[in-house]
């Protein structure tokens, strides 16, 4: 005769090993529907960006038939990048910097853009360079420089399931889903703006203008508008 107790061990072996394949199997059914639904969005998204840039086309061509200016949208977001260290800083500023999450030189963030954030970003105006980030811009950095805030920790965003479980709640499940967000200044902005990691970037290639002059005359700092675009590239 078996033991009582070798019997009651291989039953118990045998529901741990069924509840873990169930368990698997669950898991992984899950990952494929995401994948499936990621693949959905990510089109979709395309067909609204595409239908977005027809629409502007066509409101340019039909303003310069009319004989009239297309005033192009103000932007919504921004991408601001930390060009100064610690020395010489204002209690103010070094506030300011601490709310933008600017702590260190080289850090890169996007910043909704409206009264108070503009105040912000004026006053801390010759420790930062800033402009407006394209659509392949964002997604590039997110791709290339984007990390998740996961229990304050700096995790890479290297599966969509880091992002499903820290912001799945508000219907961001993948990275496109991220990219989106961040893009059209959704609803969630605020959430995936604040679990996406401050960007570290590298010095620019070719070394930024002179520090100590704004951009507009031929220095580092201040606004840049578009031509952020190109930093960026150079700082990636």
Not at 2 to 10: F, G, L, R, W
Not at 75 to 86: D, L, M, N, P
Request: glycine content about 6%.
């Amino acid at each position: 005769m078996i033991p009582e107790n070798i019997v009651k061990k291989s039953a118990r072996a045998a529901k741990l090993l069924a509840a873990n394949k169930a368990a698997r199997d669950a898991s992984k059914k899950h990952r494929a529907e995401q994948r499936v639904a990621a693949a959905k969005n990510a089109e979709r998204y395309a067909q609204e960006y595409a239908k977005a840039e027809s629409d502007a086309i066509k409101a340019r061509r039909d303003a310069k038939a009319a004989g009239n200016f297309y005033v192009e949208p103000q932007a919504k977001i921004a991408f601001v990048i930390r060009i100064r260290g610690i020395n010489k800083l204002s209690p103010k500023q070094k506030k300011i910097m601490q709310l933008l999450r600017l702590r260190q030189i080289h850090n890169g963030v996007f910043v909704k853009l409206n009264k108070a954030t503009w105040n912000m970003i004026r006053r801390v105006d010759p420790l930062v360079t800033y402009g407006f980030p394209s659509r392949q811009t964002v997604s590039k950095l997110i791709y290339a420089r984007g990390y998740g805030k996961v229990n304050r920790s700096r995790i890479p965003l290297s599966d969509n399931s880091i992002i499903d479980k820290e912001l799945g709640s508000s219907g961001i499940s993948c990275i496109e889903d991220l990219i989106h967000e961040i893009w059209t200044v959704g609803p969630n902005f605020k959430k995936a703006n604040n679990f996406l990691w401050p960007f570290k970037l590298s010095s620019p290639l070719g070394g930024f203008e002179k520090k100590r002059d704004p951009f507009m005359i031929d220095g580092a700092w201040g606004p840049r508008d578009e031509k952020i675009n190109e930093l960026i590239n150079r700082m990636m």
